[in-house]
């Protein structure tokens, strides 16, 4: 069945640095891939997505780049600071939206 | 105030009871959804409805219920409660396809079952 690869488990950096979060996909006609980012004691929030026909958006400090060929994308987070410590879900959707099992990342000031 | 409201946040009860965890929408959205989320699972789909008169099952629906009593509100019930239904539930709406557009979630309702 469809099924949605997410790694790492956990992720821990210095603020100011680079976090990036892969995820990989097993249908190959998926064609959206969102991400959210939960809080602590919150639901989870759409930050960022990509459709299948864009290879790379950014939006500020985050971006997501999407392989189809290699039915991967990641998250990349630039100059983290710590609020962005939280866990991040990604997703893929073809006929149902299949998530991620989570990353959590800790930004250590 | 909360555009998605879930209650109870928090919930302890006993094998073999019945739980309904109910869920508000102020964002006026058609289609509302219920996951549940286990350590290292990540969200799994339980139901969802397109409208109040759609049910539909999801990736996980044994062992669940739910009733679209208006287009805000939308209920789960667990009918005799087991311990490996304990997890964090969450109530999401949408204004599109859920596989297409975003999703908005409540704040969840932690489950223990003893």
């Known amino acids: 069945g469809e099924n949605v690869e997410q790694h790492p488990s956990t992720l821990s950096v210095q603020e100011g640095d680079s976090a990036v979060i892969k995820c990989t996909y097993s249908?190959?006609?998926?064609?959206?891939f969102p991400w959210y980012k939960q809080e602590l004691g919150k639901g989870p929030q759409l930050i960022i997505d990509i459709r299948s026909n864009v290879g790379e958006k950014k939006d500020q400090r985050i971006a997501v780049t999407l392989n189809k060929t290699a039915k991967h994308f990641s998250l990349h987070i630039t100059e983290t600071q710590p609020e962005d410590s939280a866990v991040y879900f990604c997703a893929a959707r073809y006929n149902k939206l299949i998530f991620g099992a989570g990353t959590r990342l800790a930004v250590h000031p | 105030d909360a555009d998605v409201t879930q209650t109870p946040r928090n919930r302890i009860t006993k094998t073999g009871k019945r739980i309904m965890l109910e869920c508000s929408q102020t964002k006026g959205h058609d289609r509302m959804y219920w996951y549940r989320q286990d350590p290292g699972l990540g969200l799994q789909l339980i139901y969802y409805?397109?409208?109040?008169?759609?049910?539909n099952k999801g990736e996980i629906s044994d062992g669940y219920s739910v009733s679209r009593q208006a287009q805000a509100k939308f209920s789960l019930s667990l009918e005799s409660a087991i311990p490996n239904q304990t997890a964090l539930y969450f109530c999401?709406?949408?204004?599109?396809?859920?596989?297409?557009?975003?999703?908005?979630f409540g704040e969840g309702s932690r489950l223990t079952v003893l």
């Open positions: 999401a709406t949408s204004d599109t396809a859920f596989n297409t557009g975003e999703l908005f």
């Open positions: 409805s397109f409208d109040v008169k759609d049910i």
């Open positions: 249908d190959s006609a998926s064609n959206y």
